[in-house]
């Protein structure tokens, strides 16, 4: 069930801070997409306007989406699945995509699993990383402010840098690229919400 928002927090939020993160995420993802790939599914895509962008940037990349809660008027084209399985055959996908979706499963090895079975080489996620004084109240709110509205699920599920080491193995990933200082929030928001508590990573399937 959606939860209301403050009026002016969500004005702040939609104006000071969820553009200017949309445009950064997209730099970030469009350089570190590999050469060479055509197609990328975007798990847990929203309205799918941030997977949009990134398909105008690579336009050889053929971009889709699935999420638990399809929207109406899509960027992309969205179909729904349950939030665990993924409806498509192994190697579907070039590369597939998720974007702060993790923590919002209660285990997320079982979608990381998922969206390794489906890749046929690529996975690019961006998540948090907990750690820091102050991590996780920190990362609550911003959660809380950007999803409650649309009632998406929010279990608060952050997983530490060693964690998330050994959820990559488990899911037969290997890093090939991270970038943490991801530069979401201008000055002095990145005082607060940045803090190296985001990271944007290309995994790559071990053979």
């Not at 889709?64 to 179909?79: A, F, N, Q």
């Not at 590369?95 to 080489?121: G, I």
Request: net charge neutral; glycine share 10%.
């Amino acid at each position: 069930m959606a939860t209301p928002v403050d009026p002016i927090l969500e004005a702040v939020h939609g104006g000071y801070v969820h553009r200017r993160r949309v445009r950064v995420l997209c730099d970030h993802l469009t350089g570190m997409i590999p050469s060479g790939t055509t197609s990328l599914l975007d798990v847990g895509c929203g309205d799918g306007w941030l997977a949009s962008l990134v398909g105008r940037a690579r336009p050889e990349i053929r971009v889709s989406g699935m999420d638990v809660l399809v929207r109406e008027g899509t960027h992309i084209p969205v179909s729904g699945f349950d939030g665990y399985t993924l409806p498509c055959e192994a190697g579907s996908f070039d590369a597939v995509m998720m974007v702060d979706v993790l923590h919002h499963t209660e285990d997320p090895s079982v979608l990381l699993r998922e969206a390794a079975r489906v890749s046929r080489r690529w996975v690019l996620l961006k998540d948090h990383h907990l750690q820091g004084v102050g991590a996780s109240s920190t990362l609550r709110f911003m959660d809380w402010i950007s999803n409650a509205r649309y009632g998406v699920v929010l279990p608060y599920n952050y997983q530490t840098p060693a964690r998330w080491t050994e959820l990559f193995a488990g899911a037969g990933l290997r890093l090939r690229e991270e970038r943490v200082d991801v530069g979401l929030y201008p000055w002095p928001a990145s005082w607060v919400f940045g803090r190296r508590l985001h990271f944007v990573a290309c995994l790559e399937k071990v053979s």
